[in-house]
């Protein structure tokens, strides 16, 4: 992927080990497939940056994402999950029909 991505993108291990390999300014093929606290905790802030998502980790979940493949799959759900709400929004939005205009008169 080249340039910003765009955030129905969904990040691929390539990507992720891009990220985690500019933490430490290393090559993305010396990057480990363990991932320690600090670099997931750079890889999330790396990610919310360039997909402009808030990620909701709580430490139950965060303490699962031991592998790059794991941070890969966590940062993939964020998207479609980011996804679907924008959609749900969508339904809701187109149900309750267009607003009326501020100071309009009946």
Known sequence: MTGTPRPDDLPERAE???M???F????AD????????????WLV???EQRYGLQLDLD???FGAVRTVDDATALLRDA?????AVLSERAVLAERAGP????????
Not at 24 to 27: D, L, N, P, S
Not at 30 to 41: A, C, D, K, N, Q
Not at 79 to 83: I, K, N, P, Y
């Open 16 to 18: 992720v080990l891009t």
């Open 20 to 22: 985690l390999a500019a």
């Open 24 to 27: 430490g300014q290393r090559a």
């Open 30 to 41: 010396t990057v480990p497939e363990e991932l320690g606290s600090l670099e997931l905790t």
């Open 45 to 47: 802030a790396e990610f």
């Open 59 to 61: 430490d139950e979940r």
């Open 79 to 83: 998207v479609l999950t980011e996804r």
């Open 99 to 106: 607003a009326e205009p501020t100071g309009a008169r009946p």
